[in-house]
């Protein structure tokens, strides 16, 4: 009798406490959480962020930090093949294709504790069509005008009608950011303290050291984050993200060597996982030096490179040779007659023959030091082009060099990787064939023809005649042979075993809300 009234003492203390917990499931779940889940998850990367300001960002390593700070509108599902809500709860676009009204998630907060206003929505909207830090500022410059009506309503005029629009508002510098935080500080400090709506804030930002995100206590989806403190750790070195995830220093590490994943996944108390993306691998020249920007140097050059020999080599089976710029993912808007052509170095060497070349053609190679599969690769084109006529010199480089070369035209080459960001293919078109966003995606080549076709894309709101444009487009690239897609490849994960809820979009972004870890 006594042992039971003990025990039923017991009961009545957990129910009180559970009381004054609130006396709901969520305070269950998360006492439960905390004795079965970890506070932290790290996540290892080889780049560091160079700022968290959506309207200043470049680039695939940006865009997954900004993921967790910043939303938009709208977002892609998780398969890529559609758009979904987000802070818009609905929308209805004009016949004419020029209004866009959304209906509002009401009662949304910055993670510090202050209210997203319709003057919030438009100053951003506006500053991203209008930020000269910025460029992506492509995907917003049809925007004409941007109103709220009334507080849950927010309505887009845009000047002309474009057909890719609603996947534009899916780009990460789409989103809502703080008026406020903006007008509070300078241009500089501003880069680097953003405040968002997204599931996670920061809480302290080491460049190319860590940065580390904490859960944002006002996020409007409840229950969400599930996971107190997400942590980017810079590891520029492959080999060492390896050790370090092998040694449970880190939880996740992304652009796993293909040749590693085999062995990685036979590790006791590691998973691998190859996620279907939009990744392809390039190789771009630049036209405006020597020996580029002759034609005839770069048509030898297309007949001296064997994609499948390097996917063969850098992927280990897991990637596929790439015979355009757009990603299959695209649907009908890849161009399918676009063949990828088996190497022919003795046709190389006829055409610099006859160009007046006598010599091997020499050029250096720029890539991303410490990073295996740009290296790989680079030592398999030295290799075959050594069959062509080439002499090539490989220059790694720390990223941060890298680009301040490519952005200044004073290379000869380089290698680098395209991850779409939004559900549509115009994004890697603004990049590759218009000259005002990217010098045609750093190679400078400045070519009126392929920037009007891709113009023409813009704007056709016919489907049909869409994709046929499309492919002409894709055809005038390859033609041009300013840029090669060598090979595309899915999203090469590995992480621990105790890693719950891993999911990852076709455009590499992590779905970080749901992300868990067991102690």
């Given amino acids: 009798m006594k042992k039971f009234l003990e025990l039923f003492l017991v009961l009545i203390l957990i129910t009180a406490s559970l ?4 006396g709901n499931t969520k305070a269950t779940m998360d006492v439960y959480a905390e004795d079965v889940y970890a506070d932290e998850i790290i996540i290892a990367e080889n780049i560091d962020c160079r700022y968290l300001d959506p309207d200043q960002a470049n680039g695939a390593r940006e865009a997954r930090s900004l993921t967790h700070i910043f939303e938009g509108l709208v977002k892609e599902s998780n398969d890529g093949k559609t758009i979904v809500p987000l802070l818009a709860e609905s929308w209805e676009i004009s016949d004419d294709g020029l209004k866009y009204t959304f209906k509002l998630k009401p009662g949304i907060k910055f993670s510090n504790g202050t209210d997203v206003t319709a003057e919030d929505w438009i100053w951003s909207l506006y500053r991203a069509r209008d930020a000269k830090t910025s460029n992506s500022t492509t995907v917003a410059k049809a925007i004409d005008t941007v109103t709220s009506p009334d507080e849950n309503t927010l309505v887009i005029t845009l000047s002309q009608p474009i057909a890719s629009f609603l996947a534009n508002l899916c780009k990460w510098n789409m989103v809502v950011k703080s008026k406020d935080n903006y007008d509070s500080q300078t241009e500089e400090e501003y880069y680097k303290n953003p405040i968002g709506t ?15 995100l904490i859960a ?3 996020y409007h989806i409840e229950g969400l984050p599930k996971t107190e403190r997400l942590t980017y750790q810079i590891i520029t070195d492959d080999n060492t993200r390896i050790l370090q995830l092998e040694a449970g220093t880190v939880d996740i590490i992304f652009a796993v060597p293909f040749n590693l994943m085999e062995s990685l996944a036979n590790e006791p108390n590691i998973e691998t996982k190859l996620f279907p993306g939009t990744q392809i691998r390039f190789l771009i020249l630049n036209t405006t030096i020597p020996p580029f920007n002759d034609p005839k140097v770069r048509e030898a050059l297309s007949y001296g490179i064997d994609k499948q020999a390097i996917v063969d080599l850098v992927t280990s089976g897991y990637g596929e040779p790439a015979p355009t710029f757009v990603s299959e993912t695209h649907g009908d808007l890849f161009n399918p007659d676009l063949k990828v052509e088996p190497a022919n170095p003795g046709k190389s060497k006829s055409i610099l023959a006859e160009a007046g070349y006598t010599e091997p053609v020499e050029f250096t190679l720029s890539v991303t030091s410490g990073d295996v599969i740009y290296v790989s690769i680079a030592t398999i084109l030295k290799s075959q082009l050594a069959e062509a006529g080439f002499k090539v010199t490989i220059e790694p480089l720390e990223y941060g060099s890298l680009q301040q070369k490519y952005y200044n035209l ?8 395209w991850t779409d960001s939004t559900p549509d293919p115009s994004d890697i078109g603004a990049y590759a064939c218009r000259y005002a966003d ?6 400078g080549l400045h070519s009126q023809e392929i920037e009007d076709l891709y113009i023409s894309t813009i704007g056709e709101m016919d489907r049909e005649k869409r994709v046929e444009k499309f492919h002409e487009l894709q055809k005038a690239v390859s033609d041009a042979n ?6 595309r490849a899915g999203f090469s994960y590995a992480y621990s075993k105790d890693i719950e809820n891993l999911e990852i979009t076709p455009f590499n972004k992590i779905n970080s809300a749901i992300l868990q870890k067991k102690k």
Avoid at 19 to 22: L, Q, S
Avoid at 482 to 487: C, E, K, N, Q, R
């Fill in 19 to 22: 009381i004054v917990c609130g």
């Fill in 482 to 487: 300013y840029l090669f897609p060598l090979f």
């Fill in 216 to 218: 944002n206590p006002y």
């Fill in 438 to 443: 990217a010098h045609q995606w750093h190679s």
């Fill in 198 to 212: 997204g599931p996670y804030m920061l809480d302290e930002w080491q460049l190319n050291e860590r940065m580390s």
């Fill in 410 to 417: 004073i290379h000869n080459a380089i290698e680098l990787q």
